[in-house]
């Protein structure tokens, strides 16, 4: 297939005009956001967790590309006749569907995968949507179904076209992966299409590029879509930094028998773990929780953490701590942080950090010309709209809120 009937094959359509994106624009894009999100947003420990869940432990960036690639192949399925039609028949196939039985053909016969590998795979990209296929799903399917061998040698060009333009990536040796691996994979994938999918980071216009002109800019656009979104802002910081030098009330009385502890216990952590602290209200329990969370971000590069409370009261009480804490240790950064319960929009000093998140958006970032001028009006911690969906509030950076979030 040449060029030309690839980009035939439409995988978007815009919401306020009849515009179509083509299939392999949104296959790069979903892609060109993962990599994004790896770059930007995974810490040291989760580049490394995939590495090693791939057989590539001492080469981490080696899985770059290959997940890339793997989260671009989410939405091949919708290349078969039934979703191309302009008049859609009745009960359709899902796409989802689609995709993994195509994702499992051309992983396995095309690409050498090893079966089990490439049955995985299929079922987490076509599960993008949340729901998984299963085998009888996919064993159901019959060729004719979705186009026999044409609309299958479409799917593998899509396929070929894809990892030429982002740079062909080795074949992994491995049999499967472990469950918890494939699931972390599963939510990476949805995440990166959602943001692939919205039209204020991919707008329309631009079908009629050429795909490697199109490669660069979906490239471009995906960095910028997560530095829009807040994900980007900060970074961990360089060293720890001593209980005192976080809390102004140990500084003024020193801190007590519990911190001591902690801080001791802090100095010989060298992997994230649990640590229980049990001790009477008032012991400190909230500045030593604080303080491990801090030390494990500089020593370990790990990002952000999440306060867990029994209510909604609590959840509030804790929110305006975590606030005060953030906004004294990232004083140069633009953190977000975010109240997660179901009356969270009740919230005044929610709602402020909301507030503060657009007008950052207006007169731009901190450290810029225009940002600096305004500086003085600005909180640098601020409640990023794009979290503020269902399904999305955990994964900013910092949040507070109810145990059963």
């Not at 894809?162 to 469950?179: A, H, R």
């Not at 009385?253 to 502890?261: A, I, V, Y």
């Amino acid at each position: 297939m040449d060029e030309k009937q690839i980009l035939e094959i439409w995988g978007k359509t815009a919401k306020s005009s009849d515009a179509r994106r083509p299939l392999l624009f949104h296959m790069l894009d979903t892609a060109h956001v993962a990599d994004a999100l790896w770059q930007k947003v995974l810490q040291r420990d989760g580049r490394a967790y995939y590495a090693r869940a791939l057989g590539w432990a001492h080469d981490p960036e080696k899985s770059r590309n290959l997940i890339a690639f793997w989260a671009g192949l989410h939405d091949i399925g919708k290349a078969f006749p039934q979703f191309q039609k302009p008049n859609r028949v009745p009960n359709p196939l899902k796409h989802g569907q689609v995709s993994a039985v195509a994702v499992l053909c051309i992983l396995e016969k095309d690409l050498g995968y090893q079966t089990e590998l490439a049955r995985q795979l299929a079922t987490v990209l076509g599960g993008h949507h949340g729901l998984f296929p299963r085998s009888a799903d996919l064993q159901g399917i019959d060729p004719s179904q979705i186009g026999g061998p044409c609309w299958a040698e479409k799917r593998v060009a899509l396929a070929r076209c894809l990892q030429q333009l982002l740079g062909k990536s080795p074949t992994p040796s491995i049999d499967c992966l472990d469950q918890p691996v494939a699931m972390a994979l599963a939510g990476l994938v949805s995440v990166a299409d959602w943001i692939a999918s919205n039209e204020e980071f991919f707008p329309f216009g631009d079908e009629s590029l050429e795909t490697s002109e199109y490669a660069q800019r979906s490239r471009e656009r995906a960095l910028k879509a997560i530095e829009s979104l807040r994900w980007s802002g900060w970074t961990p910081p360089d060293a720890p930094e001593d209980m005192t030098g976080l809390f102004p009330v140990v500084r003024r009385h020193g801190s007590n028998e519990l911190q001591r502890t902690v801080i001791e216990l802090a100095g010989r952590l060298q992997a994230p773990g649990l640590v229980i602290i049990e001790a009477p209200m008032g012991e400190g329990k909230t500045e030593a929780a604080m303080y491990l969370a801090d030390m494990w971000a500089a020593k370990l590069g790990q990002r952000g953490c999440y306060f867990a409370l029994p209510t909604q009261a609590t959840s509030n009480q804790m929110f305006g701590r975590v606030h005060e804490f953030l906004a004294a240790r990232y004083a140069d950064g633009a953190i977000t942080l975010m109240l997660l319960h179901g009356h969270a929009a009740l919230s005044a000093e929610f709602e402020t950090l909301k507030k503060n998140a657009a007008r950052l958006d207006r007169f731009g970032d901190i450290g810029s010309d225009e940002g600096e001028r305004d500086r003085a009006a600005f909180c640098n911690v601020l409640a990023a709209e794009w979290f503020t969906h269902r399904k999305r509030g955990l994964l900013a950076p910092f949040g507070v809120g109810t145990i059963d979030q």
